[in-house]
């Protein structure tokens, strides 16, 4: 038993020495730089203590950014989490197979393109000069819903946020093929001979037994949400009047433009929060929490 346990120590210790230079020692000593006022070219460092803290409490943009985190990852989990177990649904379905390869693949594309060059991309599209967005609204009679997509407050956010979703339901939506095609198909077969209709096969059948895949997408697109930076960055800058900040693009202008080294670090553990109650929440809905505690236990 105890050779045992040296064993699995030995197999652990690579592992755990890079986590702790690579992943732990940054944490602690973001949150020890948050306890200070520096700047990138400061050579002394002031104790605030939580100050910086205290301002994120009181902050506006964090608000604001907050929200749009927020309403990234509900539209997120609607669309590409929703959306994407339809596509791979359908594209499941035996009449559609032998379209498969090319819509899997159309809609796969744009997941493996840099979000740099996806940006620049929609910042030509939604151009209202010379994009194609407001001409084909006129085309099609809807020249009213016309706007300056990416330069207007009120249409700015959900842009940026459609762009995502265009550019990641192909991902999830081939999880979700991969866990249909596990499922045996006499299930479906037995069902339409009972006379189900593929509604609702779809519900009572497709959805209970992917429902593992359904958590797992879920989490990782709301944990996307909250981390969501490059977007942002190349497509609006987190502009018009700070309307589409998120919390990572807000963390960037306060370190690297503003100089507010010491502040964009508590925006940071203020992000790693986050993303660590969500992380919890996702271990407890998918039982590996409970089965943690029983390991650690024996």
């Known amino acids: 038993m105890y050779k045992s346990k040296r064993g699995i120590w030995l197999f652990i210790l690579p592992g755990f020495l890079l986590m702790t230079v690579f992943v732990f020692f940054p944490l602690i000593l973001n949150f020890v730089y948050s306890l200070f006022q520096w700047s990138a070219f400061s050579q002394s460092k002031v104790f605030v203590g939580i100050e910086y803290y205290k301002r994120i409490l009181q902050d506006p943009i964090i608000v604001t950014a907050l929200k749009n985190n927020t309403l990234y990852a509900i539209v997120s989990v609607l669309c590409q989490c929703g959306i994407g177990l339809i596509l791979a649904a359908l594209l499941e379905n035996h009449k559609m197979r032998r379209f498969q390869p090319f819509f899997r693949t159309a809609y796969f594309i744009p997941s493996i393109i840099s979000i740099t060059v996806i940006g620049l991309l929609w910042q030509f599209v939604y151009n209202p000069q010379i994009g194609i967005v407001n001409p084909l609204l006129e085309a099609l009679g809807l020249g009213k819903y016309t706007a300056d997509w990416l330069g207007s407050s009120e249409t700015a956010m959900g842009a940026v946020i459609f762009v995502s979703q265009w550019q990641n339901i192909g991902y999830i939506m081939l999880l979700y093929i991969v866990a249909i095609q596990k499922i045996d198909e006499s299930i479906f077969e037995s ?13 009572r059948i497709l959805v209970p037994l992917v429902k593992d895949t359904i958590l797992v997408t879920c989490v990782i697109t709301v944990i996307g949400a909250f981390r969501v930076f490059s977007e942002v960055y190349v497509m609006t800058g987190g502009g018009p009047g700070h309307t589409t900040e998120t919390l990572a693009s807000y963390m960037y202008r306060v370190g690297f433009r ?18 660590l109650v969500l992380t919890f929440i996702q271990m407890k809905l998918s039982g590996n929490f409970n089965e943690m505690k029983k390991v650690s236990k024996e």
């Open 191 to 203: 069902a339409t001979i009972d006379g189900a209709t593929g509604i609702q096969s779809f519900f």
């Open 258 to 275: 503003n100089d507010e080294m010491g502040y964009s670090a508590a925006i940071a553990t203020l992000i790693f929060v986050i993303l």
